[in-house]
């Protein structure tokens, strides 16, 4: 796809009611929201700064970490691009192309970002089932493809508008990006519709088998907050794209709901370390006080069944062993909880 050709005449799109003029000022008026989820992502990114520090720089690295990064300041570095992009008047033709390409192809990659820290969440939740793993990341990479190639065919619409001295007024996706425009929220809806029906489920499961610990309650009560607040978000972008003219496309952000889905998305993730933590110390308070969480949260930063492995079931093998701890064994497992946590 080659987006140096040269800049055509956009016009208007076709049952427009007003002018050019008109037209680009509804930009600007979709850039107010983008304003706000700027400020959103700067927040949020000051009041978890304690946290973040204790919780994740301090902490052992792996990958959960690496994309926790990469979601939490990706999404910062993408709502910089996308202010200049839309509120600097004085970018030229080709700036204002390079600016508007950068700004909307990090779209789908903060969102790849976002959907992998919720896949790692159910992964651990079904402590890394083989078929359970292969089955939900094939899911992943189909969606995420998707979302990429939507993107693709959204921005081979992207040009300015230009005024009568040649300056530029502003950069919006037309043609064909116009009529996929709603399209882009899909791949994440069945994918967030698929990840919390298996919470819930596991969820169920665990209620059954008299399985209640506090990170448990934490992966399911964040993870419904997040599907329904985002899900709320992303179908009613869906309704305005597939409902309404033109002129209303304004309306729809989609760089809101991607800040508020980084920024949920990330604060699960630490309320699942501190929660983690917190579960360290009563079991071992002296090294909790002595030494950082790198140093008593063993296997949190690696593949997420640590989550469910140390810390939830306190030194039991088996969820039945964790719903019924007078079971064989149980001994044997407290000892070796001891062991570790004297290693440690």
Not at 297 to 316: I, K
């Given at each position: 796809?080659n987006?140096?050709?040269?800049?055509?005449?956009?016009?208007?799109?076709?049952?427009?009611?007003?002018?050019?003029?008109?037209?680009?000022?509804?930009?600007?008026?979709?850039?107010?929201?983008?304003?706000?989820?700027?400020?959103?992502?700067?927040?949020?990114?000051?009041?978890?700064?304690?946290?973040?520090?204790?919780?994740?720089?301090?902490?052992?690295?792996?990958?959960?970490t690496?994309?926790?990064?990469?979601?939490?300041?990706?999404?910062?570095?993408?709502?910089?691009?996308?202010?200049?992009?839309?509120?600097?008047?004085?970018?030229?033709?080709?700036?204002?192309?390079?600016?508007?390409?950068?700004?909307?192809?990090?779209?789908?990659?903060?969102?790849?970002?976002?959907?992998?820290?919720?896949?790692?969440?159910?992964?651990?939740?079904?402590?890394?089932?083989?078929?359970?793993?292969?089955?939900?990341?094939?899911?992943?990479?189909?969606?995420?493809?998707?979302?990429?190639?939507?993107?693709?065919?959204?921005?081979?619409?992207?040009?300015?508008?230009?005024?009568?001295d040649?300056?530029?007024?502003?950069?919006?996706?037309?043609?064909l990006?116009?009529?996929?425009?709603?399209?882009?929220?899909?791949?994440?809806?069945?994918?967030?519709?698929?990840?919390?029906?298996?919470?819930?489920?596991?969820?169920?499961?665990?209620?059954?088998?008299?399985?209640?610990?506090?990170?448990?309650?934490?992966?399911?009560?964040?993870?419904?907050?997040?599907?329904?607040?985002?899900?709320?978000?992303?179908?009613?972008?869906?309704?305005i794209?597939?409902?309404?003219?033109?002129?209303?496309?304004?309306?729809?952000?989609?760089?809101?709901?991607?800040?508020?889905?980084?920024?949920?998305?990330?604060?699960?993730?630490?309320?699942?370390?501190?929660?983690?933590?917190?579960?360290?110390?009563a079991?071992?308070?002296?090294?909790?006080?002595?030494?950082?969480?790198s140093?008593?949260?063993?296997?949190?930063?690696?593949?997420?069944?640590?989550?469910?492995?140390?810390?939830?079931?306190?030194?039991?093998?088996?969820?039945?062993?964790?719903?019924h701890?007078?079971?064989?064994?149980?001994?044997?497992n407290?000892?070796?909880?001891?062991?570790?946590?004297?290693?440690?």
């Amino acid at each position: 796809m080659n987006y140096s050709t040269p800049y055509v005449n956009y016009t208007l799109p076709v049952g427009y009611p007003g002018t050019l003029a008109d037209y680009v000022q509804s930009i600007f008026n979709a850039g107010y929201l983008d304003v706000v989820a700027t400020a959103m992502i700067l927040f949020d990114t000051v009041i978890v700064i304690g946290d973040e520090i204790q919780l994740v720089w301090r902490g052992r690295w792996g990958i959960p970490t690496i994309v926790y990064l990469l979601n939490h300041y990706g999404i910062l570095f993408q709502a910089v691009l996308n202010q200049v992009a839309v509120n600097d008047v004085y970018l030229s033709q080709d700036h204002c192309l390079q600016w508007n390409l950068a700004s909307n192809w990090f779209i789908p990659i903060v969102m790849m970002f976002v959907e992998a820290m919720l896949v790692l969440r159910v992964t651990a939740l079904y402590q890394n089932s083989f078929y359970v793993s292969i089955s939900i990341w094939s899911l992943y990479t189909i969606c995420v493809g998707i979302m990429f190639l939507l993107t693709g065919m959204l921005l081979a619409g992207v040009g300015p508008f230009g005024s009568a001295d040649g300056s530029v007024l502003a950069c919006d996706i037309r043609q064909l990006g116009e009529n996929l425009f709603y399209t882009l929220w899909i791949p994440s809806l069945v994918l967030e519709t698929v990840l919390v029906l298996m919470t819930f489920w596991k969820g169920l499961l665990h209620r059954r088998s008299g399985v209640n610990t506090p990170l448990l309650t934490v992966l399911e009560r964040d993870g419904f907050m997040y599907f329904f607040i985002v899900f709320g978000v992303m179908a009613g972008n869906l309704a305005i794209c597939m409902t309404v003219q033109d002129v209303y496309y304004a309306l729809v952000s989609h760089r809101l709901t991607l800040c508020i889905s980084s920024i949920l998305s990330s604060r699960l993730f630490l309320h699942l370390r501190k929660t983690a933590y917190s579960s360290q110390g009563a079991y071992n308070t002296d090294i909790s006080k002595e030494a950082p969480p790198s140093l008593v949260e063993t296997q949190l930063s690696e593949p997420l069944s640590g989550w469910l492995d140390y810390h939830e079931r306190n030194g039991y093998d088996t969820e039945e062993e964790i719903a019924h701890p007078g079971t064989v064994g149980a001994t044997d497992n407290n000892d070796e909880k001891s062991s570790i946590g004297k290693a440690e």
